[in-house]
């Protein structure tokens, strides 16, 4: 038989602890949903992703979105142009969430499907929302690149 005391046990690091208190306050909004997708400049492109578009809350005025965001996107360094696109069916919307604020991209047309958003990246956290004007949901594929059409 063996007999632990309290000082065999493996103590938390503080870096543990913080990580799981901040995914304990923020998981109930939705913002934990997978580990952020990291990029800076260079990053290997286009870097591409699927999902389905829509869900059930009304965002306002950018359709109806997912409680979590669909993507959570690092940028560890500002990116002089950065472009995403959505490609899906539906009447699609884009919401993205970053450092300067929050942005809702329409299609340039009504019948369209694909949805973009570019311009200057500035460093930090984007939490990207593929929605859907018309309460639908289809599968969609996004893509993130740094060059110009």
């Known amino acids: 038989m063996k007999i632990h005391y309290p000082c065999d046990r493996a103590r938390p690091r503080l870096s543990s602890i913080v990580t799981l208190a901040l995914a304990m306050i923020l998981a109930p909004v939705g913002?934990?949903?997978?580990?952020?997708?990291?990029?800076?400049?260079g990053f290997p492109e286009p870097l591409t992703m699927s999902g389905v578009s829509g869900g059930p809350n009304n965002?306002?005025?950018?359709?109806?979105?997912?409680?979590?965001?669909?993507?959570v996107?690092?940028?560890t360094q500002d990116l002089p142009y950065w472009r995403i696109a959505v490609q899906t069916a539906g009447a699609p919307s884009l919401m993205?969430?970053?450092?300067?604020?929050?942005f809702c991209v329409l299609p340039a047309n009504a019948a369209?499907?694909?949805v973009e958003f570019s311009g200057y990246g500035d460093k930090g956290i984007y939490t990207i929302f593929v929605g859907?004007?018309?309460?639908?949901?289809?599968?969609?594929?996004?893509?993130?690149?740094?060059?110009?059409k």
């Open 31 to 41: 913002a934990v949903r997978s580990q952020p997708l990291q990029i800076a400049p």
């Open 59 to 71: 965002s306002g005025d950018c359709g109806f979105v997912s409680q979590a965001p669909n993507h």
């Open 73 to 75: 996107i690092n940028v």
């Open 96 to 102: 993205i969430q970053g450092p300067r604020g929050r």
């Open 112 to 114: 369209a499907g694909n």
């Open 132 to 148: 859907d004007r018309s309460q639908g949901q289809h599968p969609y594929s996004l893509s993130i690149s740094q060059k110009r």
